[in-house]
């Protein structure tokens, strides 16, 4: 299983941005799947997640209302529309992959990452 994800850079305050993560040796309906960031100095926080049949998304209170998780199952592809970003979400963001299926909300623990795409918010 390879994630890779792209679509970072640098924004200002106010901006906004697409990542996208796009999967190879899996489908992503073969599990629950998300978004993590890791900020300089601190440790890895979880982002978004969307479930496996992409009907449940969960977010992290930080991004809530800003960022959007979604997928198109075509082209096994999941994204992290971005809005209204801030400074302080300035981090490098991983995607990952889980081999659950959840029922209710879906998971935040993943068994394969991608190697990430640095995001940059200036004030």
């Known amino acids: 299983v390879q994630l890779q994800a792209f679509g970072g850079g640098l924004v200002q305050a106010g901006g906004s941005l697409r990542l996208s993560c796009a999967a190879s040796g899996r489908t992503l309906r073969d599990g629950d799947m998300g978004w993590a960031r890791q900020a300089p100095g601190k440790e890895r926080e979880f982002v978004a997640a969307?479930?496996?049949?992409?009907?449940?998304?969960d977010y992290a209170d930080s991004v809530k209302g800003r960022f959007t998780i979604s997928r198109d199952n075509a082209k096994n592809t999941m994204y992290l529309q971005m809005y209204s970003l801030k400074p302080e979400d300035t981090a490098v963001y991983y995607c990952?992959?889980?081999?659950?299926?959840?029922?209710?909300?879906?998971?935040?623990?993943?068994?394969?990452w991608g190697q990430g795409t640095q995001v940059t918010v200036s004030s």
């Open positions: 990952a992959a889980s081999h659950r299926k959840t029922i209710g909300a879906p998971t935040r623990s993943y068994a394969y």
């Open positions: 969307i479930s496996w049949s992409g009907g449940r998304t």
